[in-house]
């Protein structure tokens, strides 16, 4: 059994481009491998859509598709630079530490210490090994290999709401995963807008900070039936000078329609960051490292 621990801490640091097509081969074990026998259980990274798989349904996203890091040969994501902040973003910005820079033993972050949700949108961009899509009468339902969570985009026209957070008796508590509606631009672009958001997530790996009343969009596009790409919008004028785009990440449609369990375990990060992470110690000289 592969240990839930490696994707918490391996994984956030964008090191498992390799691993998961080993790790796919060498589970099996050797009577399987000799024989090329396939359990309907497992997801296969060698396992790829071939083409583009013809024309895309329209409106539809059902299905599972694979992302950076799966093994599918899906390109790796690639985060952009952040507008100019306000004098308030700098300081939630400058507060973060994130785990490419300081390490296990130096980073404040939240998921990496403690297995807190990852929240929208990094949930769009960090540990997305696989995602798939459900549609019900009034809502496509988002699932979530990483952590086994998944999200409400409500598609009945209700509009966001306005009062997340507040001390009215009918104001909305804060989410990890916002307040989410959506609607179809044309057949085959989904538009999700999310607002209510929790403010101890980060938007991205990189420490961005968010307020509660950030705007989120994620425009979701079904380019070919095997094609999928998520571009990603945050617009937090407290923080931020401007909207800005934080990057597209791209999937693969997953033939056996299969993804694994990608769980970060708090009593094995403990774990961890007391017998390794910890012990290791942190750069000092992370804080002054340049583009900081």
């Known amino acids: 059994m592969k240990n839930p621990l490696t994707y918490a801490i391996v994984g956030l640091a964008g090191m498992l481009a390799c691993s998961a097509m080993l790790l796919a081969q060498t589970d099996l074990p050797k009577t399987q491998q000799a024989s090329g026998v396939r359990s309907p259980w497992k997801y296969y990274p060698a396992d790829r859509a071939v083409g583009d798989g ?9 299905g599972t598709w694979a992302g950076p890091l799966s093994g599918a040969g899906v390109p790796v994501f690639r985060e952009e630079p ?29 998921t990496v210490r403690y297995c807190d949700p990852l929240g929208v949108p990094q949930s769009d961009l960090s540990e997305i090994q696989g995602i798939a899509f459900a549609t019900m009468p009034n809502r496509i339902v988002m699932l979530l290999e990483f952590q086994d969570t998944w999200r409400e985009i409500w598609m009945d026209g209700r509009a966001l709401p306005t009062n997340v957070g507040g001390t009215g008796k ?22 999700v807008d999310t607002t209510g958001l ?29 094609d999928l790409k998520v571009t ?37 990060v403990l774990e961890y960051l007391k017998e390794m992470g910890d012990p290791a110690g942190s750069d000092p000289s992370a804080g002054q490292a340049p583009g900081r």
């Open 54 to 62: 013809g024309p895309a349904p329209k409106r539809d996203l059902s």
């Open 82 to 110: 952040a507008p100019p902040m306000t004098p308030m973003g700098k300081q939630l910005f400058d507060a973060n530490k994130p785990l490419g820079k300081y390490s296990p033993a130096g980073t404040n972050d939240p």
């Open 170 to 191: 009918d104001s909305l508590d804060p989410r990890y995963n916002g307040y989410s509606v959506g609607h179809w631009e044309d057949d085959y672009t989904l538009v």
């Open 198 to 226: 929790d403010e101890r997530t980060w938007a991205s790996k990189s420490g961005y900070p968010h307020t509660v009343d950030a705007h989120v969009q994620e425009r979701i596009t079904r380019m070919d039936h095997n």
């Open 232 to 268: 990603i919008t945050l617009d937090d004028p407290k923080l931020y000078t401007k909207p800005f785009v934080i990057g597209t990440v791209y999937f693969r449609w997953v033939p056996n329609q299969e993804i694994s369990e990608r769980l970060c375990v708090p009593s094995e």
